[in-house]
């Protein structure tokens, strides 16, 4: 009996031995919470991977848009005097830094026309204004670009439109301007679908 209990209390000792040497060891597999190595997979921040910095590629104004390019789509609780283009010629896609760049043209029922080249940020739900047309059939640059929330006012509403359900379409498998142009063209059951006029 007594051999026994020298037997159980050895082995006790090596078995707590065993558990401190796998909790002091630096893997963040073994650390437990509360060490410094400790990562809980729900946290937003985790020390073992490299941040990753998010850069925008650099963005050449295209031509200004010639009415045969132009590829109309429709606006949810449209104004009635408006009608909505993307000129098919500027819109690209640039994988590197994920947004969709392209000139909109908006349409009075008087002929008058607002012009703008435009980016959009799917991730974050952003745009920013490159270019702004003069009247002149020219580009000008404003003086700040900043990036913006995309907003679904009544005039501005054609770009949470463009969102929701053409440049950031998640059922969309790699996104590219061809894809976003046919879907412009001929994904018509959709929109409708969706409370467009």
Same mark, same amino acid.
């Given at each position: 009996?007594?051999?026994?209990?020298?037997?159980?209390?050895?082995v006790m000792v090596l078995a707590g031995s065993t558990m401190a040497t796998?909790?002091?060891?630096?893997?963040?597999?073994?650390?437990?919470?509360?060490?410094?190595?400790?990562?809980?997979p729900h946290d937003s921040f985790?020390?073992?991977?490299?941040?990753?910095?998010?850069?925008e590629q650099k963005t050449e104004?295209?031509?200004f848009p010639e009415d045969e390019n132009l590829v109309e789509f429709q606006v949810t609780r449209p104004n009635a005097s408006f009608s909505y283009f993307v000129d098919a010629n500027s819109l690209?896609?640039?994988? @590197?830094?994920?947004?969709? %760049? *392209?000139t909109v043209v908006i349409k009075s029922k008087t002929g008058a026309k607002n012009v703008a080249f435009e980016g959009m940020r799917c991730s974050t739900k952003e745009f920013k204004t490159y270019a702004f047309g003069n009247g002149k059939g020219k580009f000008v640059k404003p003086r700040k670009y900043e990036w913006k929330s995309?907003? @679904?006012?009544?005039?501005t %509403? *054609?770009?949470?439109?463009?969102?929701?359900?053409?440049?950031?379409d998640i059922h969309m498998l790699d996104l590219s301007a061809e894809k976003i142009l046919t879907e412009m063209r001929y994904g018509k059951t959709k929109v409708l679908e969706a409370g467009f006029r």
């Open positions: 009996m007594k051999f026994f209990s020298i037997c159980l209390v050895t796998a909790a002091d060891s630096s893997s963040p597999m073994t650390a437990n919470k509360g060490d410094s190595n400790f990562y809980n985790n020390p073992n991977v490299e941040d990753y910095v998010w850069k104004i295209p031509p690209s896609y640039t994988k @590197a830094d994920g947004i969709v %760049r *392209y995309i907003m @679904a006012n009544n005039y %509403r *054609y770009r949470k439109d463009l969102s929701d359900y053409y440049f950031c």
